[in-house]
Nanobody, 127 residues
């Protein structure tokens, strides 16, 4: 069974940091681009960051650029999202998603490009 499981969400104060993890089971992430998305209450899901299967190409939304860092450890079948300088507007459920690709340098920014999704982890930033 192909599964993605996110963890690391928590309640933190403004300016704090969290590291989210996305672990794949039932398949290897070696040939998958991975993206992080988030959805706040009453808002549409938005793309946060994405990384190519090789890890050599990354992308960030303007709202998190300079504060968040995406990385991956294919040996651990895990993708991370390091979030620093957190703001209340970062509060949301964060989801990871994986897209099968044979192109190691490609990442995807649109949700419809992804095949597999996790259940999400809650991040709450208090002011």
């Amino acid at each position: 069974q192909l599964q993605l499981v996110e963890s690391g969400g928590d309640l933190v104060h403004t300016g704090g940091s969290l590291r989210l993890s996305c672990v794949a089971s039932g398949f290897t992430l070696d040939y998958y681009a991975v993206g992080w998305f988030r959805q706040a209450p009453g808002k549409e899901r938005e793309g946060v960051s994405s990384i190519s299967s090789s890890g050599g190409s990354t992308n960030y939304s303007d709202s998190v650029k300079g504060r968040f860092t995406i990385s991956r450890d294919n040996a651990e079948n895990t993708v991370y999202l390091q979030m620093n300088s957190l703001k209340p507007e970062d509060t949301a459920v964060y989801y990871c998603a994986a897209a099968l690709t044979l192109r190691g340098s490609v990442y995807y920014t649109e949700a419809q490009e992804y095949d597999h999704w996790g259940q999400g982890t809650q991040v709450t930033v208090s002011s």
